[in-house]
Each structure stands twice: as C-alpha cells, then as structure tokens.
C-alpha cells in the first residue's frame, strides 16, 4: 500500500519474498489503513535481501511522518542500514530500524501505526515484542466458566479495594482473544485516555493482550485507577461481550 497521510509507514525486510509477503497478509489483517510494503529475496527472487528493494520500499511507505524497518536475520539489517546510508538526511532523520522479532515486532507496530501512533510509538510498539511471549502474565487468567465479580453486570463500573475502577466479564467468542479480536480491543483502548489494564496488562498493548492467553469462558477484569475512566471501562467491556462479532 502506498503512504498514508498522517500515518508511519512500514517496511519488512526478510531474506525470503513469500515470508515479507506473507506478513503483509498478516498485518494487513488488522491493520487495512496502514502503509506497509514488502522487501523480501533478491533482486531476481532468490533468497536474500536487496538494498534495491529496501531503498523502494520506503520511498513508498513514507508518507513524510516516518517509517519502521523491520529485518528478519542480520545481514538484512545490514541490507537496510546500507539503504538509509544512501537516503537524503532529511528523509534518513525520519526511517527507524528496529531491532525485534520480525512478525510480533511487525503485528504490534501495524495496529499502533494503524491508530495514528506517532513515530516513537510505532518503533516502542515493535520493540514490546522481545519477550513479550516469555513473561509470565501479571494476573491469572480466570478458569473456563469462570464468572465471579460483576460479568454482565451493571454499566456501572465496580470500586476496587484500592479506589480503583473494576468491570469484570467473561470472554465469549469462540477463538478467544486471539489477534484479530486482541487488535481491535488495542484500537479502542486507544480512542480513550484513561489507561485500562486488562489482567494486569496495558489494554493499549497487544503482545501483552495476547500474551495472557484469553480463551473461551475466560475471565477478564478491566481496571483502572483514572476516576473519569468509567466510558473506557463500559465500551472495553461491550467490546468482550459483543464475541468481537465471532460469538
């Protein structure tokens, strides 16, 4: 997709053409409104990188706001590296590459990216992605048929013991809070200003989100400390409660 307006850009770099194809398809899943072009194999289709390719790639991206690069193995860092050598300062000031793994680096950059995240905040956003699987969640997932606290409750949010705002409900869609589902709670969350944790981790994460293993029947608690965050709660909630359109 070409640039657009507004919105940093993104550039997958990776030794195989299929794999940087392939997570265009991906990414595009959850993030149709972003710019993002493919960089994979050689010049003549072969495996490798191509500084030809890369230098295309984010002309064609860039919509003057920035653009993340992200490189699967390292001489495809090198490859792009090269690149921004030869772009004009200008340009070169605004193109990051970021050091993450290629495809949770890649997804959680496109949703930020997708909901008019700023430079900083794409390239923070690709960066969560190291270790973000190997952490062990912050709060346990509620068990299967799990319903305990307020699920399907009032619209009014709970009090916490800690003054804190609560709404507790029961995942319902079949596939859980998988990425898609997972991408547009991230999408919401980020329409708000108040911070919304979900099982302890930030709403407006998505690796964090996926990284909790939300699956059918599931508990959820949403929580936040920001007493005017009462509309963040209600609508993050109906989100869950709605199966996300796949219940």
Do not use: W, Y
Not at 33 to 62: R, W
């Amino acid at each position: 997709m070409a640039a657009v307006d507004g919105k940093v850009g993104l550039v997958f770099v990776s030794h195989s053409e299929k794999i940087a194809a392939g997570l265009i398809e991906l990414a595009s899943q959850m993030a149709p409104a972003t710019a993002m072009a493919a960089a994979g194999g050689t010049d003549e289709g072969g495996i490798g990188t191509s500084f030809e390719k890369v230098t295309k790639a984010i002309a064609e991206v860039d919509s003057g706001v920035g653009v993340v690069v992200l490189c699967d193995l390292g001489s495809a860092i090198l490859t792009a590296e090269t690149a921004l050598d030869f772009l004009d300062d200008e340009v070169r000031e605004r193109v990051r590459i970021v050091d993450a793994p290629l495809v949770e680096g890649a997804v959680a950059a496109s949703v930020t990216a997708e909901t008019g995240g700023a430079l900083d905040e794409v390239v923070a956003a690709a960066e969560s992605a190291r270790g973000s699987f190997g952490e062990a969640p912050d709060a346990l997932m509620g068990a299967p048929g799990d319903t305990n606290g307020a699920a399907g409750g009032s619209v009014d949010a709970a009090r916490g013991a800690s003054g804190s705002l609560v709404r507790t409900v029961s995942i319902v869609n079949k596939d859980g809070l998988h990425a898609r589902p997972a991408a547009e709670f991230v999408k919401l969350a980020n329409t708000f200003a108040a911070k919304v944790t979900i099982n302890g981790k930030d709403s407006k994460s998505l690796l964090g989100i996926m990284s909790l293993g939300l699956v059918r029947g599931a508990t959820a608690t949403l929580s936040t400390a920001d007493q005017s965050g009462t509309d963040a709660l209600d609508a993050l909630a109906g989100l869950i409660e709605s199966g996300f359109g796949e219940a």
